[in-house]
T-cell receptor, first 119, second 111 residues
Framework: GAVVSQHPSRVICKSGTSVKIECRSLDFQATTMFWYRQFPKQSLMLMAT?????????EQGVEKDKFLINHASLTLSTLTVTSAHPEDSSFYIC???????????????FGAGTRLSVL | DAKTTQPTSMDCAEGRAANLPCNHS???????VYWYRQIHSQGPQYIIH???NNETNEMASLIITEDRKSSTLILPHATLRDTAVYYC????????????FGAGTRLFVKA
C-alpha cells in the first residue's frame, strides 16, 4: 500500500520554542495533504487542508499563525507549531491524498503520527 | 459531510468474524462509505471503501444496504492484532472533500 512518512515520531520541547513536523508521501504524489490532531481517548480533529503551491485552509478555531503549514512540493508538507505551550501537547497526524490513480482513487493515507510534549 | 453512527465498543472472539455496523441515514447519492482503523498510538489505516456495491479486499468485506443508509464492515477471521478503533466515514470522492472522523467503534478481539 501507499506509504506516508511522518517525522519526528516524538518530540519533547520547552515552552516557547517552535517545532516542525514533516510529512512525506514516499511512493505517490499528493496534491492535497491534511493535518489532524488527537487528544488522549478522543477522535482525530481536522486542523487544516493543504494544497501544493497554495495557502492552507484552516478549520474554524485553528490559529493559522500558530500552526504554520507549508506544502512546497507534491511529496512534502510541513506543520510548524510556533511558540509551543503545554496546551499544544498532542498527537499530530498528517494524511496525503492519493489522487488520480484508477485503483486507489481519492484514498487518504496517514502517517504514523508525531507525539508532541511541551514542557 | 453526512454523519455516521457507530456503536461505542464491541467484543469479538479471536478467529471469529467481526461485524461492525454503521448507520449513515443522511448519505447523499454521490457520497462513498470509507472505513479506517486506528491501532493504539498509530495513524489511521485505510481498510476499504464503496459506493453501493459490496466490496471485498484482502483485509475485509464491506456490505452496503440497498438503500445505502447503513453498512457493515466484516473482518472474516479476527485476530488479536485487529483490536483497534474502527471509523466509518461518509464523504464525497471528488475534489474539495474533507474527511471528518467521528468517535468510531472500539473493537476488542479476545483470545
Amino acid at each position: 500500500g501507499a506509504v506516508v512518512s511522518q517525522h519526528p515520531s516524538r518530540v519533547i520541547c520547552k515552552s516557547g520554542t517552535s517545532v516542525k513536523i514533516e510529512c512525506r508521501s514516499l511512493d505517490f504524489q499528493a496534491t492535497t495533504m491534511f493535518w489532524y490532531r488527537q487528544f488522549p481517548k478522543q477522535s482525530l480533529m481536522l486542523m487544516a487542508t493543504s494544497n501544493e503551491g497554495s495557502k492552507a485552509t484552516y478549520e474554524q478555531g485553528v490559529e493559522k499563525d500558530k500552526f504554520l503549514i507549508n506544502h512546497a512540493s507534491l511529496t512534502l508538507s510541513t506543520l510548524t507549531v510556533t511558540s509551543a505551550h503545554p496546551e499544544d501537547s498532542s498527537f499530530y497526524i498528517c494524511s496525503a491524498l492519493r489522487d488520480r490513480q484508477a485503483r486507489a482513487k481519492n484514498i487518504q493515507y496517514f502517517g504514523a503520527g508525531t507525539r508532541l510534549s511541551v514542557l | 459531510d453526512a454523519k455516521t453512527t457507530q456503536p461505542t465498543s464491541m467484543d469479538c472472539a479471536e478467529g471469529r468474524a467481526a461485524n461492525l455496523p454503521c448507520n449513515h441515514s443522511t448519505i447523499s447519492g454521490n457520497e462513498y462509505v470509507y472505513w479506517y482503523r486506528q491501532i493504539h498510538s498509530q495513524g489511521p489505516q485505510y481498510i476499504i471503501h464503496g459506493l453501493k456495491n459490496n466490496e471485498t479486499n484482502e483485509m475485509a468485506s464491506l456490505i452496503i444496504t440497498e438503500d445505502r443508509k447503513s453498512s457493515t464492515l466484516i473482518l472474516p477471521h479476527a485476530t488479536l492484532r485487529d483490536t483497534a478503533v474502527y471509523y466509518c466515514i461518509v464523504r464525497l470522492n471528488t475534489g474539495g472533500f474533507k474527511t471528518i472522523f467521528g468517535a468510531g467503534t472500539r473493537l476488542f478481539v479476545k483470545a
